[in-house]
């Protein structure tokens, strides 16, 4: 990897073919933030142009360069289990803390992707009376701590404000829900390794303590082995190192 660039997704497949083709690539790994199988967008809830569109096809086709097309925090979770914080570990769950929670498992190097949708732990719902969520139920993990809601709930315009203002009721609220929520992915999947990443993660130090104890509290009992909880490593380029490293081996 040389280098790399970034700019704003645009709202429309045809002007992504546009940037793309001025960039001259031979191949492009496309990690999308919503539900994407087989070349497909299949949901797509912050970027509707794109529902039900394959997209791959469509990239390949106008900018003649090979295309793989997964998941972001698949992608996310694949870089941070080869290259990042869980290197050497087995079997990585990988979440992304930030607009909404993305979820990928890495187990011997491979993405686990189940019938195709695997791994979505923002929509488990963790209360059954809470609030709408984007995906047409109730009381999912991101309806509590996706980025929008839970800066509504506590009166900030951003993330950014919430961490500036270290409100201690707030963050509790962060780590308690999100520990449960881990908790129960834990008793599910037993990973070697958990990694935290996403704009959010960086606020860690925040929320860690209520989290701590919340995976403490709904782990079952007789668990006593301790999971590895780690901070990505990677960073904002966990997503590229995941899509570089399917790009050489589409099998992962
Ligand atoms: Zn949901």
């Given at each position: 990897?040389?280098?790399?660039?970034?700019?704003?997704?645009?709202?429309?497949?045809?002007?992504?073919?546009?940037?793309l083709?001025?960039m001259k690539p031979s191949v492009i790994?496309?990690?999308?933030?919503?539900?994407?199988?087989?070349?497909?967008?299949?949901?797509?809830?912050?970027?509707?142009?794109?529902?039900?569109?394959?997209?791959?096809?469509?990239?390949?086709?106008?900018?003649?360069a090979?295309?793989?097309?997964?998941?972001?925090?698949?992608?996310?979770?694949?870089?941070?289990?080869?290259?990042?914080?869980?290197?050497?570990?087995?079997?990585?769950?990988?979440?992304?803390?930030?607009?909404?929670?993305?979820?990928?498992?890495?187990?011997?190097?491979?993405?686990?992707?189940?019938?195709?949708?695997?791994?979505?732990?923002?929509?488990?719902?963790?209360?059954?009376?809470?609030?709408?969520?984007?995906?047409?139920?109730?009381?999912?993990?991101?309806?509590?701590?996706?980025?929008?809601?839970?800066?509504?709930?506590?009166?900030?315009?951003?993330?950014?404000?919430?961490?500036?203002?270290?409100?201690?009721?707030?963050?509790?609220?962060?780590?308690?829900?999100?520990?449960?929520?881990?908790?129960?992915?834990?008793?599910?999947?037993?990973?070697?390794?958990?990694?935290?990443?996403?704009?959010?993660?960086?606020?860690?130090?925040?929320?860690?303590?209520?989290?701590?104890?919340?995976?403490?509290?709904?782990?079952?009992?007789?668990?006593?082995?301790?999971?590895?909880?780690?901070?990505?490593?990677?960073?904002?380029?966990?997503?590229?190192?995941?899509?570089?490293?399917?790009?050489?081996?589409?099998?992962?």
């Open positions: 990897m040389v280098d790399s660039g970034a700019f704003p997704t645009p709202r429309k497949p045809d002007e992504l073919a546009g940037q083709k001025e790994a496309v990690a999308f933030a919503g539900f994407a199988h087989q070349g497909k967008i299949a949901f797509s809830p912050n970027l509707p142009e794109y529902q039900g569109f394959p997209l791959a096809e469509f990239l390949s086709r106008e900018t003649s090979r295309v793989v097309l997964d998941n972001d925090a698949n992608l996310f979770t694949l870089g941070e289990a080869k290259r990042g914080a869980a290197r050497g570990a087995r079997t990585v769950l990988g979440l992304t803390l930030g607009t909404g929670i993305g979820g990928g498992l890495v187990i011997d190097g491979k993405v686990y992707r189940g019938a195709g949708f695997a791994l979505e732990p923002g929509h488990m719902i963790v209360d059954p009376n809470g609030p709408p969520c984007g995906c047409g139920n109730r009381g999912c993990l991101e309806s509590l701590l996706g980025e929008e809601a839970f800066c509504a709930r506590f009166g900030y315009a951003s993330a950014k404000e919430a961490f500036e203002a270290g409100d201690e009721k707030a963050w509790d609220f962060y780590g308690y829900w999100l520990g449960l929520g881990i908790a129960n992915l834990l008793n599910i999947l037993d990973p070697d390794a958990v990694v935290l990443g996403g704009g959010i993660a960086g606020a860690t130090e925040l929320f860690e303590k209520p989290m701590i104890a919340a995976i403490a509290g709904g782990t079952v009992k007789w668990k006593r082995r301790k999971t590895r909880l780690a901070r990505s490593e990677l960073g904002d380029k966990a997503a590229l190192w995941g899509g570089y490293l399917l790009a050489e081996n589409p099998g992962d």
